[in-house]
């Protein structure tokens, strides 16, 4: 349990704004119209730090290339501007992980 919590309060980005967001990443099953997978993705869900009514979460997709994949339900009720910082902030985070 330590573990999960170490985990999930390590995965916290901070934005050009200055609010701050803890996320998980965890697989999502993309399907077709007929239920089949037609492909694997990472599904980020962010909340807002000192959000305590969760009244701020998203999800945010992305492929095993590294490219965003946006799904319309997802996008629903937060502003794109929010969306936008949040993947140029894991895309930053990500791209220094893998230089050091």
């Known amino acids: 349990m330590r573990d999960a919590l170490n985990n999930l309060f390590s995965n916290q980005i901070n934005l050009e704004d200055n609010s701050q967001f803890y996320y998980t990443i965890s697989p999502y099953e993309l ?3 007929l239920g ?28 095993k290339e590294g490219n965003w994949y946006d799904i ?22 990500e791209n220094d992980t893998i230089l050091n």
Not at 72 to 93: C, F, H, N, P, T
């Open 31 to 33: 399907t077709n119209a």
């Open 36 to 63: 089949s997978i037609i492909a694997i993705l990472q599904e980020y869900n962010f909340t807002k730090k000192g959000d305590n009514n969760g009244q701020f979460t998203c999800k945010l997709y992305k492929t």
């Open 72 to 93: 319309e339900e997802a996008k629903m009720g937060a502003k794109k501007a929010v969306l936008r910082m949040l993947k140029s902030a894991i895309d930053a985070k």
